[in-house]
């Protein structure tokens, strides 16, 4: 499991990439991906296309960032999700709180 | 590189080798021990404890090779590296050195810049080992207290969750004894009004964090539902402690039931859970999760959008958590629900589906696999009294409880439309302990009063409208509509209690802010069997030693009489 980061030429939106198992050993890694980046990002990326599963733990660290970034004033998306991955955040209706694509 | 200074043993028959050996070890800095054969090396051993050993192979009395053997098992658990001091260069015979626990091999003569090497990194090797050893004791130690942690977490857990009812006949579930430590949660109890409430949860995470979050929420799920609460309300209620209380991004995923057996309705409340399983005459009903899991939503964005169903006898709904759907084959295969719908289709009666969906399951998982995380409950529609619990199971309370009393309780305007007092009321009532083994029947006066003094008196509506199947929905929905708008209007309770011969009285007089209606009249017709309505005021008269209008009609006292069991 990797997880790269990315800014666009404004400066505005952050992109996570997260590569391989998104799980609770990702935690430490993740939260530090979004916490040091600087404050003028206005919007989050999950790129999704590498990432092989998601679990729980996963599901429990979207939710950190979406309180880190505004809760319900966040704009955070989720794309290229594989269907394992998008299973799961259909079956805990995560659509209700993130833009899915 | 300077080291510290280790004692060193050697072993070594030859006078002269041995004297050599002594003194480079010396000028290395280190202190020596010195034994001519293999047996004062292990008496040697035991007595002054060597850091490092070097042992000639050819010795009288005992040879290197036994010795060697001796000196490893003497050392137990640590590391004392032996070091074979052999112009031996055959393959075989080195062989033989290295099996009876030889770690290195140094040959005449000795070089003393090798001898140097050989203790540095057998030093290392030493202290790397030490260390290791060291740390694993922590670790032991602090998994020992883990577990005794845990210990207690899951009995105060069990105690709280005995107060539920799973050992109804109606619910059959498997659960592994520490899926309290998984995150999983079943819980069942009966409500006063004699429905019963059920709920499977799947906490994030694992161990000590989930253990914790489940305990308020079974406190919550028990205190509520005993109190007559709607199932919704108690989900608020989990939902905004789970929030309030719990760290961001922990939640719980749940699906829970409301079971009504009188009138044999279901209602199903899915959120974060695979899709629970509904089996009606034959009928496979899917009922995917709508709702974000409990403790992520604040509560005024909290939705209680549910399932209603109305089943006949013998109706079943499945409910499970992720472990099943999810289930893996060797080859890495999902179960899915695919599978699931096949065991359904293919399973002649409904009484094998909870066997046969374990089975498989445990099946295509194959040996290896940990089959105890898998949860699973099946809960069936059956009469109240089959389901073989003893309704009065709350108490247990040594006090009489207040005998004399009276209160008057009123509510009127918007509170009409957003707080319902019949569970307030009830709880008051079952102050008194002996007097709760009626609480079902005491909970349908109150409910059934209090709904005619409301839909009747002060929303106007008619019963006539029920008297159709459309019309029922109908009924519903207006109800709904006009108790959203609802402004003006007010009902009041009056309960009176006076203790009689063997138990006591209860006078439960409701009234309301409506027209009334003509209760002679009523009394005249005769109770139609088949219409949908109607129904109230002759099973109150049941229930009840007397049951009076007053006034206009919009004045009812009902009389409940009652003796200690």
């Given at each position: 499991m990797s997880i790269s980061t990315q800014k666009s030429s404004d400066g505005s939106v952050l992109t996570i990439k997260i590569q391989g198992r998104f799980d609770f050993s990702s935690h430490q890694e993740f939260r530090d991906a979004y916490e040091s980046?600087?404050?003028?990002?206005m919007e989050y990326q999950i790129d999704m296309?590498?990432?092989t599963y998601l679990d729980s733990s996963a599901l429990g660290m979207l939710l950190l960032l979406r309180d880190f970034a505004g809760g319900d004033n966040a704009q955070i998306t989720i794309s290229n999700c594989n269907s394992d991955v998008r299973r799961i955040l259909t079956i805990s209706n995560f659509e209700q709180l993130f833009r899915i694509q | 590189m300077e080291q510290e200074p280790l004692k060193i043993l050697i072993a070594e028959d030859n006078d002269t080798d041995r004297m050599i050996l002594q003194r480079i070890i010396f000028r290395l800095g280190h202190t020596v021990v010195s034994a001519r054969d293999g047996l004062e090396a292990t008496e040697l051993y035991e007595r002054e404890k060597p850091q490092i050993v070097l042992l000639d192979v050819l010795m009288p009395r005992m040879d290197g090779l036994v010795a060697a053997r001796r000196l490893k098992e003497m050392a137990g658990e640590d590391l004392v590296p032996i070091i074979f001091l052999t112009s031996l260069s055959d393959a075989e015979s080195l062989a033989k050195c290295l099996d009876a626990g030889g770690d290195d091999f140094l040959s005449k003569p000795y070089n003393p810049v090798v001898l140097k090497a050989k203790i540095q990194a057998f030093n290392r090797m030493r202290l790397m080992h030490r260390t290791l050893l060291h740390q694993r004791d922590q670790i032991s130690l602090h998994h020992e207290h883990m577990l005794r942690e845990q210990q207690v977490a899951k009995t105060v857990f069990d105690n709280i969750a005995h107060?539920?009812?799973?050992?109804?006949?109606?619910i059959r579930y498997f659960l592994s004894p520490m899926a309290v430590f998984n995150g999983d949660v079943l819980l069942a109890a009966l409500k006063p009004s004699g429905g019963m409430h059920v709920l499977l949860g799947d906490f994030t995470g694992h161990g000590l964090p989930a253990a914790i979050g489940a305990m308020p929420l079974a406190e919550i799920f028990y205190g509520m539902t005993g109190k007559g609460f709607s199932m919704t309300d108690v989900l608020r209620e989990i939902n905004q402690k789970l929030k309030k209380n719990l760290p961001p991004g922990f939640f719980c995923c749940a699906a829970m039931l409301d079971l009504n057996f009188s009138r044999r309705e279901l209602e199903v409340w899915m959120g974060g859970m695979p899709a629970s399983f509904l089996w009606r005459g034959g009928e496979l009903s899917v009922l995917p999760s709508n709702h974000l899991p409990?403790?992520?939503?604040e509560a005024k964005a909290f939705k209680t959008n549910t399932y209603k169903f109305e089943l006949s006898e013998g109706d079943r709904i499945f409910l499970w958590s992720d472990g099943i759907v999810e289930a893996r084959s060797p080859d890495g295969e999902l179960f899915g629900e695919e599978r699931l719908r096949q065991v359904f289709e293919e399973t002649?009666?409904?009484?094998l589906l909870f066997d046969e969906v374990h089975q498989r399951v445990i099946r295509f998982m194959g040996?290896?696999?940990?089959?105890?995380?898998l949860s699973m409950v099946e809960v069936t529609m059956m009469?109240?009294?089959?389901?073989?619990?003893?309704?009065?199971?709350i108490s247990g309370s040594a006090i009489k409880g207040p005998e004399s009393w009276e209160f008057t309780y009123k509510i009127e305007g918007k509170t009409l439309g957003e707080f319902n007092p019949v569970p307030l009321i009830l709880h008051n009532i079952l102050e008194?302990?002996?007097?709760r083994a009626y609480s079902g029947q005491i909970y349908t006066v109150l409910t059934e009063l209090y709904s005619n003094a409301l839909?009747?008196?002060?929303?106007?509506?008619?019963?006539?409208?029920?008297?159709?199947p459309g019309g029922f929905l109908e009924y519903y929905q207006e109800r709904e509509r006009r108790l959203k708008e609802i402004t003006c209007g007010w009902i009041q309770f009056r309960i009176r209690h006076r203790p009689e011969a063997g138990g006591g009285v209860l006078l439960i007089r409701v009234e309301d802010s409506g027209p009334g209606f003509d209760y002679h009249a009523f009394a005249r017709s005769a109770p139609v069997?088949?219409?949908?309505?109607?129904?109230?005021i002759p099973l109150l008269c049941g229930i009840c030693r007397r049951l009076e209008y007053f006034g206009c009609g919009n004045m009812v006292e009902a009389e409940f009489a009652w003796i200690k069991a």
């Open positions: 980046a600087d404050s003028s990002i296309s590498e990432t | 107060l539920g009812c799973l050992q109804a006949r109606n409990l403790g992520v939503l002649n009666h409904p009484s040996e290896s696999e940990r089959s105890d995380d009469p109240e009294d089959a389901l073989g619990i003893e309704a009065d199971q008194m302990p002996p007097v839909e009747h008196g002060v929303l106007g509506l008619s019963s006539a409208q029920k008297q159709t069997e088949d219409s949908y309505s109607g129904r109230g």
